[in-house]
């Protein structure tokens, strides 16, 4: 397949790690894209300082969701999660905002204090606490909201590039809409491309289903045949790159993004950027091979955070999805869950049966929690009217300040 051209950036592979908060931070970012490069049929050359950074030879990797108001304040923790790994050919940033001034400004800080290469924008988010303050996957059906915050984001970038070799491309990433009745993403996809955005990514649910359910890949097709000028990428149960290959031969679509697949397996992304090249290559490890991982990414976490103890706590979330398929027994899994230093770290996968071979589809398929439907939270009268009245102004003046993540 051919590389993805999002603005001035060129993919070699038309992959996206989506941003999963708590999950993509740095130590993670890297994990799945020295995987992807792995999968390259040459080894790419290392980012040095002072080469340009518009070449991604296995695709893009972005960090998890960071507030727009936290970051125009510089909150500490929010600094912490957009700085880059230092070996990252490409520096992507995911934010989320609801007031157009306020996105607006943290963009202009990302492009002109060069913190990043790519700004995406985030409509996607299903959780409660960003819905009910009109956030996320609620706020398209504002459309004029939604066109105000786009249309800022973008001239933020484009002012801010003014002396840098190449501008920053934003993109937006979003959900179907609310709910089957209040669907969005056409009239989102057209709005996007019009105020300039380089791509529009899909995830194929709409925020009532948050993550139960099967992905409507039919409607990445429908955007792609809407939105025709930018690429269209599709989200939403790619598990292996079989299904991304086939995601993009029924829809059409530019590339994907891939989110929940590879929770507990950043080697899915040597077979994704593999896959898209036509090698069969793929990464089966054993159980020696996964703790070596687990054991690197929790060098990497405590490198990140500076602090072993929180280092350690951070990476409890992930035990369950590496050794999903694999014969650990309840007490093993439960101890490896409550690590909070190396040495206990190192104790407990000694411990376990690391002869043990690469499961197959035990250790395949969809992964992490995915629910069941629940009856959106949104703003009372949300849904009364597509656009923005002076009662909606004011709560949404507020609606980041409810919102972690930096």
């Keep these: 397949m051919t590389a993805l051209h999002i603005g001035p950036l060129t993919l070699g592979s038309p992959v996206v790690l989506a941003p999963m908060a708590g999950v993509t931070n740095q130590p993670y970012l890297r994990l799945c894209r020295e995987a992807g490069e792995a999968g390259l049929a040459t080894p790419p050359v290392p980012w040095r300082p002072g080469a340009a950074r518009t070449e991604a030879p296995a695709g893009l990797y972005v960090t998890e969701m960071v507030t727009s108001r936290a970051l125009v304040e510089r909150t500490p923790e929010t600094m912490r999660m957009i700085t880059p790994d230092p070996g990252a050919p490409v520096r992507s940033v995911q934010l989320y905002g609801v007031d157009p001034a306020t996105v607006a400004a943290a963009v202009r800080i990302l492009v002109t204090e060069d913190r990043a290469d790519h700004v995406d924008l985030n409509f996607g988010c299903p959780v409660p606490k960003v819905t009910r303050k009109g956030g996320g996957a609620a706020l398209p059906w504002k459309r004029d909201l939604f066109e105000a915050i786009v249309r800022g984001a973008v001239s933020a970038a484009r002012e801010g590039s003014r002396g840098r070799a190449h501008e920053v491309p934003v993109t937006v990433k ?71 290959v086939a995601m993009v031969r029924q829809t059409g679509c530019d590339g994907v993004v891939v989110g929940r697949g590879c929770q507990g397996r950043p080697w899915l992304f040597t077979d994704l950027v593999a896959g898209f090249r036509g090698s069969p290559l ?119 300040l409810s919102v972690s993540g930096g």
């Design 174 to 244: 979003m959900r179907m809409g609310i709910d089957e009745d209040h669907l969005t993403y056409l009239d989102a996809g057209t709005i996007a491309e019009r105020a300039g955005v380089a791509a529009v990514a899909l995830h194929t649910r709409t925020a009532a289903q948050h993550y139960s359910g099967t992905a409507r890949w039919e409607t990445v097709g429908r955007l792609k045949e809407t939105v025709t000028s930018i690429p269209v990428l599709g989200n939403g149960d790619v598990w292996s790159a079989e299904d991304a």
């Design 282 to 400: 793929r990464v089966r490890p054993g159980l020696a091979q996964v703790a070596a991982v687990i054991r690197r990414h929790a060098e990497l976490m405590v490198e990140h955070f500076g602090d072993e103890q929180k280092a350690l706590r951070e990476l409890r979330k992930h035990m369950s999805w590496y050794l999903k398929g694999y014969v650990v027994g309840g007490a093993a899994r439960r101890e490896l869950a409550l690590v909070s230093s190396l040495a206990e770290l190192d104790e407990r996968l000694a411990a376990l049966d690391l002869d043990q071979p690469y499961p197959g589809e035990g250790a395949e398929g969809p992964r992490g929690r995915a629910g069941s439907p629940k009856v959106p939270h949104l703003p009372e009268g949300w849904l009364t009217t597509p656009d923005i009245d002076g009662r909606l102004r004011a709560l949404l003046a507020e609606a980041e």
